[in-house]
């Protein structure tokens, strides 16, 4: 018995996640051309950081995109499960690009500390001032979508740092400004590289779980197994298996032994009802149960057998 659900809501999120995805890009790449403007006019390495950053969101944001097409493609006999993996994998693409991203930008922020170059800290201000603006609004956009999927978590923690390299170019421009104070310019990379490291690793911890078929985050299996099991019916349940398959979309195996003597009907009764019961309590979207007897279990080792054979003294 096999049975699946949330097709046309998974489609519908889709379709959502690429509108607010392709809202955030159009917004981002207008404001990367003016952020490298700004930086290279200002000489600010976290402004300058913070557009190679932006420039790094435009992909995310486009591989974003990329991975829902992607994924929206069918199944065949060589891809059973069709192309769903693609938004984990970008997911994973993006998570590693930060940490690519933050390397460079904590080389360049070290080599500045002995001889950190003056900036004009006013205009570097005002850039970041407008990119933050910028940032926010795209944050708003992809925030609520970034609790539903790895793909646009992706994306969004992308665009978060950006709005964390405009908070620090605008905390060291005002200590220059101030202050005369132009080690503020690298402390800020590098403290902004840090809480990026920070989010993007948690990001990349969670695309490897999935990737390694890990039991679902939301789901305890051992509570599971226990709804099975004290099903009136059931004396066993083994090989029970959870695993995502893609955001929001959770799949289940097990097997469920009965007596031999089970009636037919309610052998059939017992699956309908774990069909409607499971995805209703758990989060799971597609369930594969195989029904067992006991006799043919316990030739499989499931279940102790009544009489176990004798060691035979040949055998030590």
């Known amino acids: 018995?096999?049975?699946?659900?949330?097709?046309?809501?998974?489609?519908?999120?889709?379709?959502?996640?690429?509108?607010?995805?392709?809202?955030?890009?159009?917004?981002?790449?207008?404001?990367?051309?003016?952020?490298?403007?700004?930086?290279?006019?200002?000489?600010?390495?976290?402004?300058?950081?913070?557009?190679?950053?932006?420039?790094?969101?435009?992909?995310?944001?486009?591989?974003?995109?990329?991975?829902?097409?992607?994924?929206?493609?069918?199944?065949?006999?060589?891809?059973?499960?069709?192309?769903?993996?693609?938004?984990?994998?970008?997911?994973?693409?993006?998570?590693?690009?930060?940490?690519?991203?933050?390397?460079?930008?904590?080389?360049?922020?070290?080599?500045?500390?002995?001889?950190?170059?003056?900036?004009?800290?006013?205009?570097?201000?005002?850039?970041?001032?407008?990119?933050?603006?910028?940032?926010?609004?795209?944050?708003?956009?992809?925030?609520?979508?970034?609790?539903?999927?790895?793909?646009?978590?992706?994306?969004f923690l992308h665009v978060v740092g950006d709005a964390l390299g405009s908070v620090g170019a605008i905390v060291a421009g005002i200590f220059m400004l101030t202050l005369d104070w132009y080690l503020a310019d690298p402390i800020a990379s590098i403290v902004i590289g840090l809480l990026i490291l920070w989010n993007s690793g948690k990001l990349l911890l969670h695309t490897f779980h999935v990737l390694l078929e890990g039991t679902p985050r939301e789901l305890v299996l051992e509570e599971l197994e226990g709804v099975i099991q004290g099903t009136n019916g059931v004396l066993e349940v083994h090989d029970i298996h959870a695993w995502t398959l893609t955001s929001g979309y959770n799949a289940m195996t097990a097997h469920v032994v009965v007596a031999d003597d089970f009636p037919h009907s309610q052998r059939e009764a017992l699956l309908d009802l774990f069909r409607h019961m499971i995805p209703a309590t758990f989060p799971i979207h597609h369930l594969t149960i195989q029904m067992e007897e006991s006799s043919s279990c316990c030739e499989e080792a499931h279940l102790p057998a009544a009489n176990p054979p004798a060691r035979s003294s040949n055998d030590s």
């Not at 404001?31 to 992909?59: N, P, Q």
């Not at 994973?92 to 900036?119: C, H, Q, S, Y």
């Not at 850039?127 to 994306?155: C, D, K, P």
């Open 1 to 155: 018995m096999h049975t699946h659900k949330a097709h046309n809501h998974e489609e519908g999120n889709r379709s959502l996640f690429r509108k607010r995805l392709t809202f955030a890009l159009a917004l981002t790449a207008a404001f990367f051309v003016v952020e490298v403007v700004g930086g290279f006019m200002t000489g600010s390495l976290a402004l300058l950081a913070d557009a190679g950053h932006m420039l790094t969101d435009i992909a995310s944001l486009v591989l974003a995109l990329i991975a829902i097409w992607i994924a929206t493609r069918p199944h065949s006999s060589k891809r059973s499960y069709g192309y769903q993996r693609a938004e984990v994998l970008a997911a994973m693409v993006n998570g590693m690009a930060l940490w690519l991203i933050v390397a460079f930008i904590m080389f360049e922020a070290v080599t500045r500390f002995g001889d950190p170059p003056k900036v004009d800290a006013l205009p570097m201000i005002v850039v970041a001032t407008i990119g933050l603006v910028v940032n926010l609004v795209s944050v708003a956009i992809l925030h609520s979508s970034s609790h539903e999927s790895l793909n646009m978590r992706g994306a």
